[in-house]
């Protein structure tokens, strides 16, 4: 008897390629701010699969990071600076005076166990990839902070971080990172530059912030005139990357602030339909999967109610390349 055909996975199979906590939807009241992070977008998108594959699902908590984990990447002076509230104030872009300290339970340094976890599960997810093809953390992205210091909304850098991680467990010697947030990532361009085991590759607006842009080992700037381009740019600057260099792993950054639905004023230069960001990360993950090559996605940037589309048809995407099917088809 043939056994080699591989079975049929039910979205209630045991594999897990999805890293999540319900800790990801923090309640910034708690510590005074009132950003537009758009922090469910995890539990939204399970909520969806939910509803089309007919079951929960099987999704796998993330550790907190250690602070050892954290000064693979980041200086100690930076990390001892994060338990001073006027580095969280910068790293926010707030003035003491728009900290709505009426609302707050918690004090602002506090939210340093929030990154931690979120950053975590990215680490998860890339173990999760190297077991099993395909891995989604259902947040973080965290790729502009810089080894000396935050920005940007983002404290500790846990696509950077993960890969040092394993790199030092000798779990992998290469990686890339396919960043297609919005924004350039900065953070992760400066950790990496000069470093031939990692290579970088940012598609983002050119006019957006960060005014001034970091060297990745390739970046493609697209100007809001030419975002009718952004497909088939990113698709050639993929292929190029993947020219030029074979990973272990990729760490996808599947930002979604690049959404025409996005609500944050800096992101208006690329508005993009969901049809488009469909093609984006599906094109994205086939083609790594194509290649036999692990793959972790992370969410990044993303503002406003509705951009959970983009990661819940991308993360739709990824379970089904795993192999799972919907319960309809073979779980009834």
């Known amino acids: 008897m043939n056994n080699s055909k591989k079975p049929d996975i039910c979205a209630s199979s045991p594999i897990f390629n999805l890293v999540f906590s319900p800790a990801y939807n923090t309640n910034l009241p708690a510590f005074g701010l009132n950003k537009p992070f758009a922090l469910d977008r995890g539990e939204l998108v399970l909520k969806a699969?939910?509803?089309?594959?007919?079951?929960?699902?099987?999704?796998?908590?993330?550790?907190?990071?250690?602070?050892?984990?954290?000064?693979?990447?980041?200086?100690?002076?930076?990390?001892?600076?994060?338990?001073?509230?006027?580095?969280?104030?910068?790293?926010?872009?707030?003035?003491?005076?728009?900290?709505?300290?009426?609302?707050?339970?918690?004090?602002?340094?506090?939210?340093?166990?929030?990154?931690?976890?979120?950053?975590?599960?990215?680490?998860?997810?890339?173990?999760?990839?190297?077991?099993?093809?395909?891995?989604?953390?259902?947040?973080?992205?965290?790729?502009?902070?810089?080894?000396?210091?935050?920005?940007?909304?983002?404290?500790?850098n846990d696509v950077a971080i993960t890969i040092r991680k394993l790199q030092q467990e000798k779990l992998i010697k290469t990686a890339m990172i396919v960043d297609l947030d919005f924004h350039q990532g900065d953070g992760t361009a400066k950790t990496f530059a000069g470093d031939a085991s990692v290579f970088t590759l940012s598609v983002h607006s050119q006019e957006g912030w960060p005014e001034e842009k970091q060297q990745s080992s390739l970046d493609v700037g697209i100007l809001e005139s030419e975002k009718e381009t952004y497909l088939p740019r990113m698709k050639a600057a993929v292929e190029a990357a993947l020219s030029q260099f074979t990973p272990d792993l990729v760490i996808f950054i599947a930002g979604s602030d690049v959404y025409e639905k996005d609500t944050l004023p800096g992101t208006k230069f690329l508005r993009l339909p969901l049809a488009v960001l469909k093609e984006r990360d599906e094109f994205v993950i086939d083609t790594f999967k194509k290649r036999e090559i692990p793959l972790a996605m992370v969410f990044a940037g993303g503002y406003g109610p509705h951009v959970w589309e983009v990661h819940h048809l991308a993360v739709r995407h990824l379970l089904i390349s795993s192999g799972i099917k919907f319960s309809a088809q073979i779980c009834s």
């Open 49 to 156: 699969l939910h509803e089309e594959f007919g079951t929960p699902m099987a999704v796998a908590a993330p550790q907190p990071l250690s602070m050892e984990d954290v000064l693979l990447v980041h200086s100690l002076a930076y990390v001892q600076t994060l338990e001073d509230e006027q580095t969280w104030l910068e790293i926010f872009e707030l003035k003491a005076e728009e900290l709505h300290r009426q609302t707050a339970t918690k004090a602002l340094t506090e939210l340093i166990e929030d990154f931690l976890l979120k950053s975590g599960g990215t680490l998860l997810a890339a173990r999760l990839a190297l077991e099993n093809g395909l891995a989604a953390n259902l947040g973080a992205g965290y790729h502009h902070a810089f080894p000396d210091r935050g920005r940007g909304y983002c404290v500790i």
